[in-house]
């Protein structure tokens, strides 16, 4: 059976940092994209950072880029999202997703092409 269990969501000040965890089992993390996605209450879920960790690409959106880092652990089947300089407009709910794919490119983004998500962590950014 498939699991994805995200954590380390929080309330946290504008300027600081967190970092998220995506804990997954009943599949090989090497061969698997792993995503994180974020959304906002009214919002659309947008596409955050991607990992393949067989080759160890990496994708971030345009409004992380820089501030965060995806990195995973495969021996502990985690990944992980480092948060830094977080600002108010990073807040929502964020997931982790599972993509049976060892190549993603310029899709990485796109949400309907995983196939397996988890029940998100809340991160909330105040000013």
């Known amino acids: 059976e498939v699991q994805i269990v995200e954590s380390g969501g929080g309330l946290v000040l504008a300027g600081g940092s967190l970092r998220l965890s995506c804990v997954v089992s009943?599949?090989?993390?090497?061969?698997?994209?792993i995503g994180w996605f974020r959304q906002a209450p009214g919002k659309e879920r947008e596409g955050v950072s991607c990992?393949?960790?067989?080759?160890?690409?990496?994708y971030y959106s345009d409004s992380v880029k820089g501030r965060f880092t995806i990195s995973s652990d495969n021996a502990k089947n985690t990944v992980y999202l480092q948060m830094n300089s977080l600002k108010p407009e990073d807040a929502g709910v964020y997931y982790c997703?599972?993509?049976?794919?060892?190549?993603?490119?310029?899709?990485?983004?796109?949400?309907?092409?995983?196939?397996?998500w988890g029940q998100g962590t809340q991160v909330t950014v105040s000013s």
């Open positions: 997703a599972a993509q049976n794919s060892l190549f993603v490119g310029s899709s990485w983004y796109i949400g309907y092409t995983y196939d397996y």
């Open positions: 009943g599949f090989t993390l090497n061969d698997y994209a």
């Open positions: 990992i393949t960790t067989r080759d160890g690409s990496t």
